[in-house]
């Protein structure tokens, strides 16, 4: 039987993993939240010159955007359901006491792992979609300014 320290070694293992998983994550949101803001720059830019297709094309962008944001709710469900799957009695004391509790731990950053990669995917696609329609507005109603 292994010790408690060697189930912390493991535990740390499986926790920095996820750490990192979602220090990308948080990167990646960064981007989304650039995108965002110069799309809205865009957009008041548009207002105030009085373009007003180029309004309407920013508000359509912007419901789109909406309904590729609401999945990122899937996300946090999904890694809610993952903290269920940890052992109640090594949350509470935030030890690994034995391989039944290491298992369930590992078990659930597993699950935690899959569901960010799978918001990664999805973050992408929102990237995508803010960085296509950024140029898109910017080519058509400012395409001598620089980007």
């Known amino acids: 039987m292994a010790s408690n320290s060697q189930f912390q070694t493991e535990r740390k293992k ?4 996820t750490k990192k998983l979602n220090i990308r994550f948080q ?7 650039d995108y965002g803001d110069k799309l809205w720059e865009l957009h008041m830019d548009c207002y105030m010159d009085g373009k007003d297709k180029c309004v309407q094309m920013y508000n359509q962008a912007f419901l789109q955007w909406n309904k590729l944001r609401r999945r990122k709710a899937d996300a946090k469900n999904c890694i809610k ?8 009695t090594s949350r509470i004391k935030k030890d690994i006491l034995n391989e039944k509790h290491l298992e369930c731990y590992k078990r659930a950053h597993e699950c935690a792992r ?20 950024l140029e898109k507005m910017r080519e058509e109603f400012y395409p001598t300014e620089k980007k």
């Open 14 to 17: 499986a926790f920095e993993e």
């Open 27 to 33: 990167r990646a949101q960064e981007d989304i939240l």
């Open 81 to 88: 359901k993952c903290d269920e799957l940890k052992d109640p």
């Open 114 to 133: 899959q569901c960010t990669v799978k918001a990664f995917d999805w973050l992408g696609e929102e990237q995508e979609f803010l960085r296509k329609s």
